[in-house]
């Protein structure tokens, strides 16, 4: 990928910090949150 | 219009929401396999950029991304405000983290392709400059969403941050027409079509769509998250 391949590949690197981050941060909140739900009672355990 | 109208029910979207998540995360995971395919694989070097150009195909759909999603943000504020949807503001407040990243990676992945192609990290030039005000209205709207103690207080005002920064959605778009700037004009969305080679334009469009469902996936999981944090706190309310 030539000389520039340390910028092409932080590139992708940013993308999959920063979007992968954010995907199993917002998966895990929601589990979170379906967990709670839960054990008050106010919704079946997924 | 009428028909989306019952989404506008908390319980019905998150009905909705789990329905369709399973069949879109699977066609987000899909499109995103083909598309990093095609961007790093497939795709020929630019007769100018060379490989960096394989850099636009992860920046130009960020960058479309966080505008669309800013565009959304105020549709939901004045949604919030004019007719006070109840899923509006919950909705906004899942949306404005998810636009934060996506201008996050727009704005280091141009800094990457700016270095190599421009020789600086960095220039305050009016593109660059209103794209980093987008990612300061972004953080501006989920603090505000949520300094107050009252929820609602916090999304309303954060609804109005909404409605006063789409102001800068065109001046994002028009600035390298209306401002002599290091960063190039438009050269997808032009009058007389696309001024890119379909081999370097079908990856793009492609990686655009991947990113568009990874956004779209990303809202819903974080609604319904909202939703039931909302339900909790009506709960404990209660209790």
């Not at chain 1, 932080?10 to 054990?39: C, F, K």
């Not at chain 2, 949807?85 to 949306?95: Q, Y």
């Amino acid at each position: 990928m030539s000389n520039h391949a340390v910028y092409i590949l932080s590139s992708y690197l940013v993308v999959l910090v920063v979007l992968g981050g954010l995907t199993v941060a917002s998966l895990g909140a929601r589990a979170r949150a379906r967990r709670e739900l839960a054990a008050r009672g106010l919704e079946r355990k997924r | 219009m009428a028909d989306l109208h019952f989404l506008a029910n908390p319980a019905r979207f998150r009905r909705f929401s789990q329905r369709v998540l399973p069949g879109l995360t699977l066609a987000t995971v899909l499109c995103l396999a083909v598309g990093l395919y095609l961007a790093l694989v497939q795709s020929p070097p630019d007769y100018q950029q060379g490989e960096t150009v394989r850099i636009m195909f992860v920046h130009v759909p960020s960058a479309w991304l966080a505008m669309a999603g800013y565009g959304m943000l105020a549709a939901l504020g004045a949604s919030l405000l004019v007719w006070r949807h109840p899923l509006a503001a919950l909705m906004a407040r899942a949306a404005a983290p998810v636009g934060a990243c996506f201008a996050l990676v727009c704005l280091l992945t141009g800094s990457l392709w700016g270095r190599p192609m421009w020789g600086t990290w960095w220039v305050w030039d009016a593109r660059l400059t209103s794209m980093l005000l987008l990612f300061f209205l972004y953080l501006g709207h989920i603090a505000l969403s949520r300094a107050y103690d009252e929820s609602e207080r916090g999304d309303r005002a954060a609804a109005i941050l909404s409605l006063i920064g789409v102001i800068n959605l065109p001046i994002i778009k028009f600035s390298v027409d209306w401002w002599n700037t290091l960063h190039q004009p438009a050269s997808v969305a032009k009058l007389g079509g696309p001024a890119i080679h379909p081999t370097i334009l079908i990856p793009l469009l492609w990686m655009a769509v991947s990113f568009l469902l990874l956004f779209v996936l990303l809202v819903l999981v974080r609604t319904e998250t909202e939703i039931d944090r909302r339900r909790l706190e009506i709960a404990e309310q209660g209790a």
